[in-house]
């Protein structure tokens, strides 16, 4: 079913936050309407009978330039702050640490340019990681080249260029890690890559049977944007 209270409400929170770079710095991020139309709306606001959210995957695959970075760190914090997860581990990760620093970076100063949020929790710049004491939830950036393979025990999992990973150690271990969750999200947002091996390729295979309706998953949200076999990859347009 569908509540449209769930889904503005996660709208609402998401744009309090400010952006932190670039010529819109200081400003509210305003969702644009793909944003919210194809990824907000239905995720947080498809919900089961039991009141819980219904997707518990979402693959967004879209090209760079999107606002990619500052959509994933607003999630990681919406979860950390306004999802009701007690106990709530909430993790960015990425294939190195440069890349997993991007969202973390981002969702830092996204805390330290809103009051609200920054006098209910803790940065920890060294661990990257940020703390809400009130519910005893963490948000924290990870890396597969430095990540522990064990001990997690995710809410919500934010995997950023999920094409860049040169194996699926950490993937399985974070997708794996969510059994205990009630209503857990792993959420992959990435550009496209060129390995038909990798584990991006395999999750967009998935995605594109479920829009094709070869599969029914009704726990998996699948967003793609991609140019068809008809588009000219040389216009700047299909960019």
């Known amino acids: 079913m569908y509540d449209d209270v769930s889904a503005q409400r996660t709208k609402k929170f998401i744009q309090k936050l400010k952006h932190t770079t670039g010529q819109y710095a200081g400003q509210n991020f305003t969702?644009?309407?793909?944003?919210?139309?194809?990824?907000?709306k239905p995720l947080y606001g498809t919900?089961?009978?039991?009141?819980?959210?219904?997707?518990?995957?979402?693959?967004?695959?879209?090209?760079?330039?999107?606002?990619?970075?500052?959509?994933?760190?607003?999630?990681?914090?919406?979860?950390?702050?306004?999802?009701?997860?007690?106990?709530?581990?909430?993790?960015?990760?990425?294939t190195d640490r440069d890349q997993a620093s991007l969202v973390f970076n981002e969702a830092a100063q996204m805390v330290r340019t809103n009051p609200f949020l920054s006098a209910r929790c803790k940065i920890i710049d060294s661990q990257k990681r940020i703390v809400n004491y009130r519910t005893n939830s963490f948000y924290r950036a990870i890396s597969a080249?430095?990540?522990s393979a064990h001990g997690y025990?995710?809410?919500?999992?934010?995997?950023?260029?999920?094409?860049?990973?040169?194996?699926?150690?950490?993937f399985d271990v974070l997708s794996t890690s969510m059994g205990a969750r009630k209503q857990p999200l792993l959420f992959i947002i990435s550009t496209a890559g060129y390995d038909r091996n990798s584990i991006l390729w395999e999750q967009y295979s998935y995605a594109k049977k479920i829009l094709k309706k070869v599969v029914k998953d009704k726990t998996f949200l699948p967003v793609v944007y991609e140019a068809t076999e008809k588009d000219n990859w040389e216009d700047e347009k299909v960019w």
């Open 153 to 170: 025990n995710a809410s919500c999992v934010i995997y950023d260029e999920l094409h860049a990973a040169a194996n699926r150690e950490l």
């Open 31 to 40: 969702l644009q309407d793909w944003q919210y139309e194809k990824i907000i």
């Open 145 to 147: 080249d430095v990540a």
């Open 47 to 94: 919900l089961n009978k039991d009141g819980t959210r219904q997707y518990r995957t979402c693959l967004v695959m879209l090209p760079r330039k999107n606002g990619k970075t500052t959509l994933a760190a607003s999630i990681a914090l919406y979860h950390l702050f306004a999802d009701h997860e007690l106990g709530g581990q909430i993790y960015s990760a990425a």
